[in-house]
């Protein structure tokens, strides 16, 4: 239990405050956790660009997270089996195998060459865990590591000294508390690298309101196909309360090398378990299939890419999955190409998606997209178009939205489109605007309501969508209050009324000091 605080009175004495809340605890240990992960950064920095501090120091937190949770699973097994050493170090009592050499305090003990010790030890325990570790920790640059000139012996071992002041074991860490500290490390990285920042960092209340509105629930498969870092998977899995029917439902792919790995770390060090996260490019080859067609999953979800270039059109116009169903984009600009793939990728029935997208793609024309958004409202899948405040997302100036879309939509909202013009919710900041947990409160009534809303909210039909050209931009269908302007001449005479009332009784007050 935390100590509780004490505060001093007036008169000197000392009274105990009350003790911190849990959660409030819990914000304490996260932020303190995280000061001592970005001193780790601050002892690579230098050397290392800060564009680069993700390359180093997620393999070697993981690293030394995997040893800490194999010491503590040892120090279990020992109580349990009255000291029995070879029944610890059984590998059926470990998460992960670590063989002979590869332990933290394996290269902590080397003197020197110690970039290659790092490397090779992380290599070691990739082997002999294949089915759960393997590419993850090598797809970061050995180079990097094995360069003397950048890095050298000596601020490895500074490195590794730092990191050896704490356990970062289960019982020290909890996963989610781990997971939020590094999240918080991550969105330091987006802040320091804004222009590579979108690629892999979505802000978290906008994941959460997503999420929310797809309300996984255990037992149902959950798909990014630009999962970057892990983030909107790793809510979906917080939403189900880590339920052991989460293992072996949550899926995404990646583009990115480094990204891909990070968000296999990520999940792990928030504690999910049995996922499957590949790299490689979505659009030109999808990785999760199933029978050879696009795997089809309960709830679809992702942050892809704004307004991509060279996406891969030509191979998209004779797609062996189908995934055109509605045409194909130009290749200056693959958004729907993303969104026709999501769609396809929603399971019969009860599939539903999410998905963030600059606000272009709800009325622009070109390169097909016209045709494209006509075809896809009049499949009568689109739920509800929200869009969003500007200055909220890291690496992008657009203010973007979010379409949700549905297999199967309540009877209610057939041939109806909630349309949500959330540009004005939000809580403006000096160098970047968040959706406080009010806001997104707020966003989220809008669309359960499903209702309309002065200023905010128009449901409105399929036909009415249609004469518009099938532009879905929300503030093209909300009603917005109108103040009630009285005429010129009404105003300018009130205004010479009350002036000579004014001037008649400063006259009465003048007179009044005379006579006084």
Request: glycine share 6%.
């Amino acid at each position: 239990m935390p100590k509780p605080k004490k505060t001093k009175t007036a008169k000197g004495n000392v009274l105990p405050d009350k003790p911190e809340s849990a959660q409030e605890q819990k914000l304490e240990n996260v932020q303190n956790l995280y000061n001592y992960l970005f001193e780790a950064c601050n002892i690579l920095r230098g050397p290392v660009s800060q564009d680069n501090f993700k390359d180093y120091i997620t393999p070697i937190l993981y690293y030394k997270r995997i040893s800490d949770v194999y010491d503590e699973e040892i120090e279990a097994a020992l109580e349990e089996s009255g000291g029995d050493k070879e029944y610890a170090s059984l590998p059926e009592q470990h998460r992960f195998v670590i063989p002979d050499d590869c332990h933290w305090k394996d290269v902590r003990d080397r003197s020197e060459n110690l970039g290659a010790a790092i490397v090779g030890a992380m290599r070691g325990i990739e082997l002999a865990n294949p089915d759960t570790l393997y590419g993850v920790l090598s797809m970061f640059s050995a180079q990097k590591w094995t360069d003397k000139k950048s890095l050298p012996d000596s601020k490895i071992r500074d490195l590794i000294e730092h990191l050896s002041t704490r356990k970062l074991g289960n019982k020290d860490y909890p996963a989610d508390l781990m997971g939020d500290a590094y999240e918080i490390l991550l969105k330091k990285f987006a802040d320091d690298s804004k222009a590579q920042a979108g690629e892999f960092y979505t802000p978290r209340s906008v994941v959460k309101l997503l999420v929310r509105i797809l309300d996984p629930k255990p037992g149902e498969t959950v798909y990014d196909p630009a999962c970057g870092s892990g983030g909107m998977l790793i809510e979906a899995v917080h939403h189900m309360h880590h339920d052991s029917l989460c293992c072996g439902s949550i899926f995404g792919q990646e583009k990115n090398v480094v990204n891909s790995a990070i968000a296999k770390m990520n999940l792990f060090l928030h504690g999910a378990s049995d996922f499957n996260i590949m790299q490689g490019d979505t659009l030109r080859s999808p990785k999760i299939l199933q029978g050879g067609e696009i795997a089809k999953f309960d709830c679809v979800i992702a942050n892809p890419p704004f307004s991509l270039e060279k996406w891969g059109s030509v191979e998209w116009g004779s797609d062996k999955y189908g995934r055109n169903i509605w045409g194909t984009p130009s290749d200056s600009c693959g958004d729907y190409a993303w969104i026709q793939h999501m769609i396809l990728s929603m399971a019969p029935g009860k599939g539903r998606m999410a998905v963030v997208m600059p606000q272009g793609v709800l009325f622009r024309s070109t390169g097909g997209e016209g045709d494209i958004r006509e075809k896809m409202v009049k499949s009568d899948l689109v739920e509800a178009v929200v869009t969003l405040g500007d200055k909220l997302f890291y690496g992008t100036g657009l203010s973007p939205c979010f379409l949700i879309l549905r297999k199967l939509k309540p009877t209610e909202h057939s041939a109806r489109i909630l349309m949500i013009d959330g540009s004005k919710i939000l809580t403006t900041k000096r160098a970047q605007n968040i959706l406080s947990d009010e806001d997104v409160d707020r966003l989220y009534q809008l669309y359960i309501d499903y209702k309309d809303v002065e200023d905010y909210a128009k449901v409105v039909t399929l036909e009415e969508v249609a004469a518009k050209s099938y532009d879905l931009s929300p503030n093209k269908y909300v009603q917005y209050h109108k103040e009630n302007v009285r005429p010129y001449a009404d105003v300018l005479a009130d205004f010479k009324a009350a002036y000579e009332e004014v001037k008649l009784r400063e006259a009465e007050f003048a007179k009044l000091m005379e006579e006084s």
